[in-house]
T-cell receptor, first 113, second 114 residues
Framework: DAGVTQSPTHLIKTRGQHVTLRCSPI?????VSWYQQVLGQGPQFIFQ???????GRGNFPDRFSARQFPNYSSELNVNALLLGDSALYLC????????????FGQGTRLTVV | GDSVTQMEGPVTLSEEAFLTINCTYTATGYPSLFWYVQYPGEGLQLLLK?????DKGSNKGFEATYRKETTSFHLEKGSVQVSDSAVYFC?????????????FGTGTRLTIIP
């Protein structure tokens, strides 16, 4: 079975631009969460979606938004990019929210210049 | 709010040495506790977990025991290998059903030298 897949793996954007990151959960998993991992730090929670509804939001500005589609895949959008948004963005999926193990994808490395 | 405090790194050990990485947490109720490992250029992999007090999680020779009285979940391995070199993260998940938010420590970089 395929694991959690994220795309793209790397990208470079300019300050002020917009970016969309994509995540496909493991087949059958209905919960998807997004994390930001700045170099040298632990991942920070951004969003959780379960059954296409937002179930949790971390301490991130409104420039960050996300959604989950009927097939449970998810997008993370970031507007008006800042240099400080440069990070590894991780997606995690789980079978049932709050009840089982979270599996992480390889991440998307975003560099803002 | 919830928080996880992890032993500062980096940690460098010789092969076959004993490993301990300390982790303490602050949370309400009875969170689930996890250790994740991150190899260079990769995402996070679950190493082990414990969901209630006194549970011992174990995997690949690593162990950690959920200590409610000391709010700790220290990671141990009796004999480390070069292949254990990675960054290790302690994390917690709240006890309320439906809350998937993982709170991570800052990570401990472990290097094992032959």
């Amino acid at each position: 079975d395929a694991g959690v897949t994220q795309s793209p793996t790397h990208l470079i954007k300019t300050r002020g631009q917009h970016v969309t990151l994509r995540c496909s959960p493991i087949s059958g998993h209905k919960s998807v969460s997004w994390y930001q991992q700045v170099l040298g730090q632990g991942p920070q929670f951004i969003f959780q979606y379960y059954e296409k509804e937002e179930r949790g939001r971390g301490n991130f500005p409104d420039r960050f938004s996300a959604r989950q589609f009927p097939n449970y895949s998810s997008e993370l959008n970031v507007n008006a990019l800042l240099l400080g948004d440069s990070a590894l963005y991780l997606c995690a999926s789980s079978l049932v929210a709050g009840n089982t193990e979270a599996f992480f994808g390889q991440g998307t490395r975003l560099t803002v210049v | 709010g919830d928080s996880v405090t992890q032993m500062e790194g980096p940690v460098t050990l010789s092969e076959e040495a004993f490993l301990t990485i300390n982790c303490t947490y602050t949370a309400t109720g009875y969170p689930s506790l996890f250790w994740y490992v991150q190899y260079p250029g990769e995402g996070l992999q679950l190493l082990l977990k414990a969901t209630k007090a006194d549970d011992k999680g174990s995997n690949k020779g690593f162990e950690a025991t959920y200590r409610k009285e000391t709010t700790s979940f220290h990671l141990e391995k009796g004999s480390v290998q070069v292949s254990d070199s990675a960054v290790y993260f302690c994390a917690l998940r709240p006890s309320n059903f439906g809350n998937e938010k993982l709170t991570f420590g800052t990570g401990t970089r472990l290097t094992i030298i032959p």
